[in-house]
């Protein structure tokens, strides 16, 4: 079993930003690749990024640029850098673990407002 936990979400201004953090614990050396998805009200859950054990990223389109996933699987901790927010980030984000199995945060809110 994985266990996975979400903070550093909260509040910040159009063009701010937030350093998500994720700490893993459990049978951490089954998963193969940790990743950052979002749910806004109303909206299907998206993938955000994801990196590997050898360090492979991907990104969404809109948040290219934007957004860093960092991290080590190995080490059970993973981040989200988020830069130069939009309103269009608000949403609850997770952190998801996959292996053999999927796991999942219980999430940490982002609102971007003014």
């Known amino acids: 079993q994985v266990q996975l936990v979400e903070s550093g979400g909260g509040l910040v201004q159009p063009g701010g930003s937030l350093r998500l953090s994720c700490a893993a614990s459990g049978s951490i050396f089954s998963l193969n690749v940790m990743g950052w998805y979002r749910q806004a009200p109303g909206q299907q859950r998206e993938l955000v990024a994801e990196?590997?054990?050898?360090?492979?990223?991907t990104y969404v389109d809109s948040v290219k640029g934007r957004f860093t996933i960092s991290g080590s699987i190995s080490w059970a901790m993973l981040y989200l850098q988020m830069n130069s927010l939009k309103l269009d980030d608000t949403a609850v984000y997770y952190c998801?673990?996959?292996?053999?199995?999927?796991?999942w945060g219980q999430g940490t809110q982002v609102t971007v407002s003014s």
């Open positions: 990196i590997t054990r050898a360090g492979s990223t």
């Open positions: 998801s673990g996959r292996g053999s199995r999927e796991y």
